[in-house]
């Protein structure tokens, strides 16, 4: 059965650009542009969408004996009730499988120490590896589940899903494994990315380890094919420019493409590299310089801010989203869920972006839909609302689209739709 949705508020349809084209500069706050006025609806068949067109004349060709409850359409009827509508939200950078628990490097970061500090003692990506190594298929793939389900409830329907808390070949394969199975069994798309590039394993050294993620990780990780991308942590104290370019240049041999970690805490030329390898994307972002900036976006890598992380780390939120806009520098935002950084609320990452760093809420959607959309390779994953597309949906709070991002501690959709079925 089809679904008709009717009485829609405003309808943020994002659909006047190339889809394969992310949206940039001052277009991103552009409301006549990317918004419908109210009253139209959306007619869904097959989990597409088959029409978009006044609500009056949708409900006479297709439910024309509803009664506001009642109906012998073969449509179910969603009454939107002038509830402005969304795309459906895409996820593109977290750490979605991962056990244990860090709980305790919060006051560790209030006493001073550093992320650098904590790890040298033990605490960090190393600790949650410790237990993620010993996390069996089913568990990492009823934990995944579990956290895919809630974020599919904030409005995410697509997922960018990363390895790396294994750092060895066989944790890394079961990562990539249980990640595939939770896109069998979650409406919610996975998208896998192979991140043995993490960090160190404190049972290897440097040589060691990075000898292992080219002769043994990559080579079985391409033969396991689930892997779409993959990642490194080029960050200063974990793999340098020149590790990091080694390892992506190895990837590509075997048809992966890199999304990379990098400048999160200090500017090392980190996104001019990813600039120079092609990269996707490249994450974090937040003290790289304006030339790497002209130069990703020269090279179409997509910037992708993950405001969440310094928020939660307790850093300065300053992220350069004016600079980005006034030079015509295409972003996007993720919630990086991490275990430091537990959040799979895209709305709530937004709204830190809007309400601390003054960011439109418009450009915040496009930002967390359309410009993602366009670093996944994957035509049925738009981030808009057309005819012909998935019909990934969020039915709105309020009659005004900028609501989705405007209730920090509240769910703003009264129904989030994955491919045309309610969630």
């Known amino acids: 059965m089809g679904l008709l949705i009717l009485n829609a508020g405003e309808i943020a349809h994002l659909d006047s650009t190339t889809q394969n084209s992310p949206i940039t500069g001052h277009d991103m706050s552009d409301r006549d542009s990317h918004v419908s006025p109210s009253g139209l609806g959306i007619l869904i068949n097959g989990g597409i969408i088959k029409m978009i067109s006044d609500s009056q004349s949708l409900q006479s060709e297709f439910a024309p004996d509803w009664d506001g409850e009642h109906s012998s359409s073969k449509y179910s009827i969603l009454d939107a009730k002038g509830c402005a509508i969304i795309p459906g939200l895409i996820d593109s950078h977290t750490h979605l499988i991962w056990g244990g628990d860090r709980s305790s ?4 970061r209030q006493s001073g120490m550093t992320y650098r500090e904590i790890s040298d003692i033990g605490g960090g990506i190393r600790r949650t590896v410790s237990s993620t190594r010993k996390m069996s298929l089913e568990e990492m793939v009823s934990t995944g589940l579990s956290r895919v389900n809630e974020a599919s409830k904030y ?18 394969l079961r990562l990539l494994e249980a990640a595939s199975l ?19 394993p404190k049972e290897k050294d440097r040589a060691q380890y990075i000898d292992e993620l080219l002769t043994v990780q990559l080579p079985s990780v391409a033969q ?8 490194i942590f080029c960050e200063d104290g974990w793999y340098t420019n020149e590790e990091t370019e ?6 590509k041999e075997y048809g992966l493409d890199s999304r990379l970690h990098v400048d999160e805490f200090v500017d090392s030329d980190g996104l001019a590299l990813a600039a120079e390898l ?10 790289s310089n304006p030339d790497s900036r002209q130069k990703a976006s020269d090279a179409g890598t997509m910037q992708t801010f993950l405001p969440g992380t310094p928020y939660v780390l307790g850093s300065a939120l300053d992220l350069p989203f004016t600079e980005c806009i006034e030079n015509n520098w295409a972003f996007s935002l993720a919630t990086d869920f991490n275990p430091n950084c537990r959040i799979l609320s895209l709305p709530l990452v937004a709204n830190i972006c809007c309400t601390r760093m003054g960011l439109d809420p418009l450009a915040a959607l496009i930002a967390s839909t359309c410009n993602p959309a366009t670093t996944l390779s994957d035509e049925g994953i738009t981030g808009r609302i057309s005819v012909g597309d998935s019909a990934n949906l969020n039915v709105v709070w309020s009659s005004d689209v900028d609501g989705w991002c405007q209730t920090p501690g509240e769910n703003p959709f009264s129904h989030s739709i994955i491919s045309g079925v309610i969630v």
């Open 155 to 172: 409005g995410t329907s697509a997922m960018e899903v990363k390895s790396g808390y294994g750092l060895d070949s066989k944790t890394e």
């Open 182 to 200: 939770i896109s069998t069994n979650s409406k919610v798309s996975i998208f896998p990315t192979w991140l043995g590039a993490h960090d160190f």
């Open 105 to 108: 490097e919060l006051r560790q």
């Open 246 to 251: 080694l390892i992506a240049n190895h990837a």
């Open 278 to 287: 092609g990269s996707v994307s490249a994450d974090h972002v937040a003290m």
């Open 224 to 231: 396991q094919g689930i892997a779409k991308w993959c990642d």
